[in-house]
């Protein structure tokens, strides 16, 4: 049985400079990435009232379908 990925992206923009959304699987935690080059950073992906987002695992599991 192959070992699932922690990670899930769900969303890409640009190839050289751009965005990534990336949901951790265990936890339903999304994350932003933002890239221009060399350089990155990570962050947890915030909602409107400044709490993280977080997909409901039977989303994930609609999604990780795809």
Do not use: H
């Not at 990534?20 to 999304?30: K, L, S």
């Not at 915030?46 to 795809?66: I, M, N, R, Y």
């Amino acid at each position: 049985m192959a070992k699932q990925k922690r990670f899930l992206r769900v969303y890409a923009q640009g190839n050289v400079k751009g965005f990534r959304i990336w949901i951790d699987r265990e936890t339903g935690v999304n994350y932003l990435f933002g890239f221009d080059g060399y350089g990155g950073g990570l962050t947890p992906l915030l909602g409107a009232d400044g709490a993280p987002v977080v997909t409901p695992k039977d989303e994930l599991e609609k999604l990780s379908a795809k």
